[in-house]
């Protein structure tokens, strides 16, 4: 078997091809962001229920993704993985182009959820497989900005475009070009980066190291760094699935047009997007624990401030940039406690249960509703994300 290299500079090219990839994935959740009003305007339910619901089904079938990836990656390996997941990103804009009732949406938003938690994780797992140890932090970083830059240019451009044109099937069938073309790169351009992993295994670990009995258990609470990190993860996450489900509803309650809402929310994403170009190498050698710490006190700021300060920018660059801080960093952190060998179902546990988080923040977001105070939904997912930042803080047993 030929000898592989770790190292950026070493893969540049495939590394570029899987930004890429990050990319194209970011892409289609920007588009679903974008059109989330228009889906759910007609199901005869407060818009908040709705995209509250929508956001609940796509987090609980990415997380469900995201736990089985990791059993893919060992059974058919990164290659396949990543083609099954475009495959299945394959039927979202058939669904929507053809959607006569409810439940095709729901539908569709659930294939995003599976696909997006097979794609990006895999896309994930082939960088850390491939840079080795000590450009993690880069890799990690230019992998979340190139996926979450597209998620806010896809979300602003197709708002934009329905302020003014109204039809969104140009934006679907965007979409398709999307996956067709992630299709293509996947099967011929990309080799399954199992063989990096390898030899990260041999030159940077102890080989002697038994794998946990239960990986999961392990990631989940066995583990306390690891616990902390996932623990973050999933509040992290909860405050996004605030912000994805009712920053347009409370936005157009103000009366103000798409292309606003797109320019806020984008704003929010191209902060994250842009951020993790400097946080993801500062992980390489910070205190990741202060660097998370610092990201989610941040965000809770940014969400304290947000009923009030809604259609001002400042709100949504303090989530962003504490979001940039922390989302490569817990992924860091996750993979320097854990063997290259088992590390895919450590990474897969723990982005299970940060995407649980968009469960939590639709729950969070249904008690407020349900206690008549929308807006206490902020305050409270803002409250649980300041303790999160604060334990980071905290000795560690």
């Not at 899987?18 to 059109?35: D, P």
């Not at 199992?194 to 038994?210: F, G, I, K, N």
């Not at 103000?254 to 806020?264: E, P, Q, V, W």
């Not at 940014?302 to 490569?328: D, K, W």
């Amino acid at each position: 078997m030929k000898q592989r290299r770790l190292g950026l500079k070493e893969n540049w090219p495939l590394f570029t091809l899987l930004v890429l990839m990050s990319a194209f994935v970011g892409a289609m959740v920007g588009f679903e962001r974008s059109l989330l009003p228009v889906i759910t305007s007609s199901w005869g339910m407060e818009e908040a229920q709705s995209s509250l619901i929508m956001v609940a089904t796509f987090g609980l079938s990415k997380a469900v993704a995201n736990l089985f990836t990791g059993h893919l990656l060992t059974s058919i390996g990164r290659k396949w993985s990543l083609v099954l997941g475009w495959c299945i990103a394959a039927v979202i804009p058939y669904l929507l182009l053809t959607m006569n009732a409810p439940w095709m949406a729901v539908a569709a938003n659930v294939a995003l959820g599976l696909s997006q938690g097979i794609t990006w994780s895999t896309t994930v797992i082939m960088k850390i497989d491939i840079v080795g140890k000590r450009l993690r932090g880069t890799a990690m970083g230019l992998n979340e900005s190139a996926g979450y830059l597209a998620v806010g240019g896809a979300s602003a451009l197709a708002a934009s475009f329905m302020d003014t044109n109204g039809d969104f099937r140009y934006i679907l069938i965007a979409s398709g070009a999307v996956v067709l073309l992630a299709l293509v790169i996947a099967l011929l351009f990309l080799p399954d980066t199992r063989p990096w992993a390898l030899v990260e295994a041999q030159e940077e670990y102890d080989t002697s190291e038994r794998t946990p009995t239960n990986v999961f258990a392990h990631t989940t609470y066995q583990n306390p760094s690891l616990r902390l990190f996932s623990v973050g993860g999933l509040i992290n996450n909860a405050n996004d699935g605030i912000l994805w489900a009712l920053v347009p509803v409370t936005l157009l309650s103000m009366d103000a047009s798409l292309t606003t809402i797109g320019f806020l929310t984008g704003i929010h994403a191209a902060s994250w997007g842009l951020g993790q170009l400097f946080t993801g190498p500062l992980s390489n050698t910070g205190n990741i624990k202060t660097l998370c710490a610092t990201g989610m006190i941040l965000q809770s700021l940014g969400l304290f401030l947000l009923p009030e300060g809604a259609l001002s920018v400042i709100p949504y660059l303090l989530i962003g940039i504490g979001t940039a801080l922390v989302y490569p960093t817990f992924l860091v952190g996750i993979s320097n406690n854990s063997h290259p060998v088992w590390r895919p179902k450590a990474l897969a546990t723990y982005r299970f249960w940060r995407d649980m988080g968009y469960v939590f923040g639709a729950l969070t977001g249904f008690a407020a509703g349900a206690l008549g105070y929308p807006s206490l939904a902020y305050s409270a997912i803002a409250l649980i994300t300041l303790l999160s930042g604060i334990s980071f803080l905290l000795p560690k047993d």
